[in-house]
């Protein structure tokens, strides 16, 4: 198992940016595939990017692609999710997860985060 703390939420204005990171302690993160998630107020939690063991490949859903980047640094046990070009849409809590498939259903992700909340003013 493998604990997960994610910091870097808050309030932005439409247009603007924000780096959300993911701190892994207990396992060696490069063990994981590691995904990031959002979840708003009475709606399913739901994918937002996935990046494999190494960093080399990522996934992201179709309304973040070109906004959003996911990237790990495995030498630091983290996982970075940086937001351009944010949207009001956008605000949700985020959740950073860890999974031993490289696969994007929420189901297969075994360790979660508290959340960090992101809001997005238009």
């Known amino acids: 198992q493998v604990q997960l703390v994610e910091s870097g939420g808050g309030l932005v204005q439409a247009g603007g940016s924000l780096r959300l990171s993911c701190a892994a302690s207990g396992r060696t993160l490069s063990s994981y595939v590691m995904g990031w998630f959002r979840q708003t107020p009475g709606k399913e939690r739901e994918f937002v990017a996935v990046i494999n063991w190494s960093g080399s490949a990522t996934i992201y859903t179709n309304s973040v692609k070109g906004r959003f980047t996911i990237s790990r640094d495995n030498a630091k046990n983290t996982v970075y999710l940086q937001m351009n070009s944010l949207k009001p849409e956008d605000t949700a809590v985020y959740y950073c997860?860890?999974?031993?498939?490289?696969?994007?259903?929420?189901?297969?992700?075994?360790?979660w985060g508290q959340g960090t909340q992101v809001t997005v003013s238009s």
């Open positions: 997860a860890a999974s031993s498939l490289y696969l994007v259903s929420t189901e297969l992700y075994n360790d």
